[in-house]
């Protein structure tokens, strides 16, 4: 599946993130890959704490960074898909079940 803006994001909760120096460090505990964020996903996975539908983190980041709406939310998405390939995050196309999760 990929992202949309309606999507609900989460983090795996096989998912351990720990900052150094700015950065996020992330491990997915299923395949036991370290992986550092860039900025950007930095920033997504501290804002993701608590679920978000994906146009709130597109909304969030076109509040922090100097980018055009459509390059934002493309990249958004994309960057998203990535995460989820990863084990980092899902995203759900509704939020049955995400009531009172603990990220």
């Known amino acids: 599946m990929n992202a949309t803006l309606e999507s609900l994001v ?6 351990l993130c720990d900052e150094v120096d700015d950065e996020i460090i992330a491990m997915n505990l299923d395949n036991g890959a ?3 964020l860039s900025p ?3 920033d997504i996975m501290k804002y993701i704490e608590l679920p ?7 909304d969030h980041l076109l509040s ?5 709406t459509r390059t934002c939310e ?8 990535q995460l ?5 995050i899902e995203c759900r196309d509704d939020d049955a079940g995400s009531g009172g999760d603990s990220l």
Not at 64 to 68: A, E, G
Not at 84 to 88: C, I, N, P
Request: hydrophobic share 40%; with cysteine.
């Open 74 to 81: 493309t990249q958004v998405l994309s960057l998203l898909d």
């Open 34 to 36: 370290f992986y550092g």
């Open 10 to 15: 989460v983090r795996c909760e096989d998912t």
């Open 84 to 88: 989820v390939a990863e084990g980092l």
């Open 64 to 68: 922090r960074y100097q980018v055009d």
């Open 40 to 42: 950007v996903a930095t």
């Open 52 to 58: 978000r539908r994906a146009r709130e983190i597109r």
